[in-house]
């Protein structure tokens, strides 16, 4: 069976410093992979999405990066955190050449910046 | 663009009890997925049911079954003999393109009293 796991689970880190939050999907090849932001009040925010390894597209301009460097790795990364980057982050996958629509999710990270 | 608005923020219901939560969404499109995912206290978000836009019959699983209304760009989601378990966030979401990305509602606070 498929399973996701993203780590860590919970970050407090202080304004620019350097973040990596990391997503790795075990018992399939190929996925869509997915980074998503949760801010309260306002659902979930489609941050990056990867359709192959080095593939990364952007759905919004921000502080954040996102690379994967294997197949079913993820990763989201800034260079210096801003206090708005604070918020609950959701790797999710799906699979691909399959239009289901469905997407499969993480535990999530809650990353707190002081 | 695709939005999916969910006009309850919180809802509450008695134990054993059914309630609906409403969802309505815009697209131009004529073929695509709506989902209802549920977010408990651990955070992880769950798929409670799916629809696909070119059945007519409504999706059912278990005590969760939906109302979509193809022509009024609805798509409620009707609970059934409700459980202190159902208390969690449920969000609203669409999946219109190739790439899987979901459009998620803002949610709705689901609460059960015993």
């Known amino acids: 069976s498929q399973t996701i796991h993203q780590w860590p689970a919970t970050l407090v880190q202080p304004v620019g410093s350097p973040l990596s939050l990391e997503c790795t999907v075990e018992g399939t090849s190929n996925p869509n992979l997915y980074w998503y932001r949760q801010a309260a009040g306002r659902g979930l925010q489609l941050l990056f999405y990867s359709v192959g390894i080095g593939q990364i597209s952007s759905e919004v301009p921000q502080n954040l990066s996102a690379s994967r460097p294997q197949d079913r790795q993820f990763i989201l990364s800034s260079k210096k955190l801003l206090l708005s980057d604070s918020g609950f982050y959701l790797c999710a996958w799906s699979v691909r050449g399959r239009y289901t629509g469905e997407l499969f999710f993480g535990e999530g990270s809650r990353l707190t910046v002081l | 663009a695709q939005t999916v608005t969910q006009s309850q923020p919180e809802m509450s219901v008695q134990e054993a009890e059914t309630v609906t939560l409403s969802c309505t969404y815009d697209t131009s499109e004529s073929d695509y997925y709506l989902f209802w995912y549920k977010q408990p206290p651990s955070r992880q978000m769950i798929l409670v049911i799916r629809?696909?836009?070119?059945?007519?019959q409504n999706a059912t699983e278990n005590r969760f079954s939906v109302n979509f209304q193809k022509a009024a760009k609805s798509f409620s989601l009707k609970i059934s003999d409700s459980q202190l378990g159902d208390a969690a966030m449920y969000f609203c979401?669409?999946?219109?393109?190739?790439?899987?990305?979901?459009?998620f509602g803002k949610g709705t606070k689901l609460s059960v009293k015993p």
């Open positions: 629809q696909e836009a070119y059945k007519q």
């Open positions: 979401a669409f999946n219109g393109g190739s790439q899987g990305n979901l459009i």
